[in-house]
């Protein structure tokens, strides 16, 4: 049993401003024009967990960031070619993060670590990264759906589990290194955390959060039931094909990379990788021209595919989608995707 | 041999040759790279042949298109430099009203008569129509914007130096945005063109707290029906709405014959 301790909030916010002493610290802030957002915080900040509402990126984006240099590169003067592959290994934390963000995290590291092309750059930030999760006790906006896909709960990937309970917080070291970190941090031993935590659990709202009208087990199968549906027109009439559901998406990581050559030295250059993004018209466009997803309903039905039943069958994992409610809430078209996962299970989900 | 560039003004307030000047530490490398052969901000010197033209400027004269075409011949690639030039700019909007009207409005009644009965006033008479630069020649590639990203600059000089495509990616000002994590503009209430515009200028304007109000022109292919119906809801009325995309692109909407590749593409 590794260190549990219940400290109040102050002091636990107090300590995770101090750590910035020491180390990057990344914890979600409002930005310039609104809008949460992880950012880099200094030891003076006022912190507070109050008033959470989904971050307009989720943290788990900062282990592979939206615009990266993956190596630098040059054409030597000896006909030789030499590479030097940019890696950052600063040891940060990344502190409040939420349950489905860290259930995210979970599956971002299964695909960067386990997947066809384990990813270097993804992993040394992952690794140098501390994570200090915190559970929620409300539903975080009208449009998170965590619950209905089973990642209010996860834990999986935390250092550091922050549990609101009554008016403080119960604070369990989840790895050696959380421990360490939580060496700082004042507060009551507890010798059992489990009634705790089924006290916060009793606490919460039933139901939490908006609730799917059936089982997301159901979609893998009502999804390849629905393939020629004309649902999929109906939910992308307005689709701008703008890529926000993808690019806030936790679990969206796919990237398009290119080369870039110094003006100076034509020699030498970098290659940058930029997220991208399936619901924008080209992604699907190959060598001459021909494109295996014309149709914004095309690249809608491959999204939520992905989301629901292709990743979770290839990594035999639990759904992609983890109910963060971001796309359904940034989309200026009001697309959600739990529309779409609701219309299938009661258009296609089988038995009712 | 280096490379000869050179940069040409037509209708425009030249604030994108003044850009280009600015990236001030690209520019001493550039300068090693190629030769600058005609720069009005800059210097005077002239030559027969032009490795990259630069245009800047809409067309408005037939004297105009016709020294646009002499330097489209005598050019190796030629590019469209700013929103002027790619999409006809706010100037374009004069299209929408008779040139009389237009005449009078901004010169009084007076001269608007005499250019039409005044033979040496004539030439000002045929000032009819704003046109981009597409709409003259064929265009190469498009630095959209106003002003021009000096970045984007500085990459598509790079490039074609070094002989290889520059990548200007085919997508909306949104994918910039949400790389930056703002949040959206429609989140406060207001509203916004970034969903149908040209990204590459990395969101700078709602980045700095305003709103995307569309100077790299309409994307291609953009559900523009969508969008207005997104606007209505927020509240916009429909001359508001058209008010909106005319302020950069109205010749972009203008129906029009082309005789270029058209503002659609950055490819050849
Ligand atoms: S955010 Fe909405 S409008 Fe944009 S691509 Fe996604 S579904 Fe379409
Ligand atoms: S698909 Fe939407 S709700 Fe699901 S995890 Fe991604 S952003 Fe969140
Ligand atoms: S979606 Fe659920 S787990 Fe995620 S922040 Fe909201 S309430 Fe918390
Ligand atoms: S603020 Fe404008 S550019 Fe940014 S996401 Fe919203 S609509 Fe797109």
């Known amino acids: 049993m590794r260190r549990a301790i219940v400290a109040t909030e102050e002091a636990t916010l107090a300590w995770i401003a101090g750590l910035a002493n020491e180390r990057l610290v990344d914890f979600p802030q409002t930005g310039p024009a609104g809008g949460l957002r992880f950012a880099r915080t200094s030891p003076d900040d006022r912190l507070t967990f109050a008033d959470y509402r989904p971050t307009v990126l989720p943290p788990g984006k900062t282990f592979a960031p939206a615009n990266e240099v993956l190596f630098t590169f040059a054409h030597q003067a000896d006909g030789s070619f030499r590479a030097t592959p ?4 600063r040891p940060r934390v990344l502190a409040g993060v939420r349950p489905c963000d860290l259930a995210a995290i979970a599956l971002m590291d299964h695909v960067n670590r386990d997947g066809d092309h384990p990813d270097p750059h993804y992993l040394a930030r992952r690794e140098a990264t501390t994570i200090v999760a915190y559970r929620c006790s409300k539903p975080c906006s009208d449009r998170c759906f965590c619950a209905a896909v089973g990642s209010l709960d996860s834990d999986e990937g935390a250092d550091i589990l922050l549990t609101p309970v009554d008016d403080a917080l119960l604070a369990e070291a989840r790895t050696p290194t959380g421990e360490a970190l939580m060496a700082d941090l004042d507060g009551t031993p507890v010798d059992d955390p489990a009634p705790l935590v089924a006290r916060h659990r009793a606490a919460r709202p039933q139901p939490f959060g908006r609730q799917l009208p059936g089982s997301p087990d159901d979609l893998p199968a009502a999804l390849e039931r629905s393939w020629s549906s004309p649902l999929w027109e109906t939910h992308t009439a307005r689709c701008l094909s703008c890529g926000t559901c993808n690019l806030v998406c936790p679990t969206c990581y796919c990237f398009d990379t290119h080369d870039e050559v110094d003006l100076a030295d034509p020699n030498e250059g970098h290659r940058c990788r930029d997220w991208d993004s399936c619901m924008l018209p080209e992604f699907a466009v190959v060598a001459d021209g021909h494109d295996f997803r014309p149709t914004v309903a095309s690249r809608q039905r491959h999204r939520v595919k992905r989301k629901f039943e292709y990743l ?38 089988g038995t009712p | 041999m280096k490379p000869k560039i050179a940069f040409f003004d037509f209708a425009s307030c030249e604030g994108c040759q003044l850009a280009i000047l600015n990236v001030e530490d690209a520019l001493l490398d550039l300068l090693e790279r190629v030769d600058i052969v005609e720069f009005r901000e ?9 490795d990259i033209a630069f245009i800047e400027g809409s067309i408005h004269r037939e004297e105009d298109a016709d020294r646009l075409r002499d330097i489209r011949a005598r050019s190796r690639v030629l590019v469209a430099l700013g929103a002027c030039a790619a999409i006809g700019n706010v100037q374009a909007r004069s299209n929408a009203t008779a040139p009389a009207v237009n005449l009078a409005r901004v010169y009084g009644e007076e001269a608007r008569d005499r250019v039409q009965t005044d033979p040496d006033h004539w030439p000002l008479w045929a000032h009819t129509r704003v046109r981009p630069i597409s709409d003259v020649v064929e265009v190469d590639y498009y630095l959209r914007g106003c002003p021009v990203v000096p970045a984007e600059f500085v990459k598509l000089v790079t490039a074609l130096i070094a002989g290889s495509e520059p990548r200007f990616a085919r997508e909306p000002v949104c994918t910039e945005c949400k790389r930056a994590g703002n949040l959206c503009v429609f989140a406060r209430g207001e509203t916004c063109l970034g969903q149908v515009t040209w990204a590459g200028c990395g969101a700078i304007c709602v980045t700095q707290g305003y709103r995307c109000d569309g100077c790299r022109g309409l994307l291609p292919g953009a559900n523009l029906e969508a969008h207005r119906q997104i606007l209505r809801d927020a509240g916009l009325d429909d001359a508001t709405i058209d008010d909106r995309y005319d302020l950069f692109c109205s010749a972009q909407r203008q129906p029009q014959q082309r005789r270029g590749a058209g503002p659609g593409g950055h490819a050849r």
Not at chain 1, 86 to 89: G, H, T, V, Y
């Open chain 1, 312 to 349: 979770q069958q290839k990594f035999d994992s639990r759904p992609f989608c983890v109910g963060c409610g971001r796309c359904g809430a940034q989309c200026t078209a009001d697309i959600d995707i739990f529309d779409i996962a609701s219309d299938v299970l009661k258009q296609h989900g």
């Open chain 2, 42 to 50: 800059a210097l005077s010197e002239k030559a027969p042949r032009y």
């Open chain 1, 86 to 89: 940019i890696i950052d290994r």
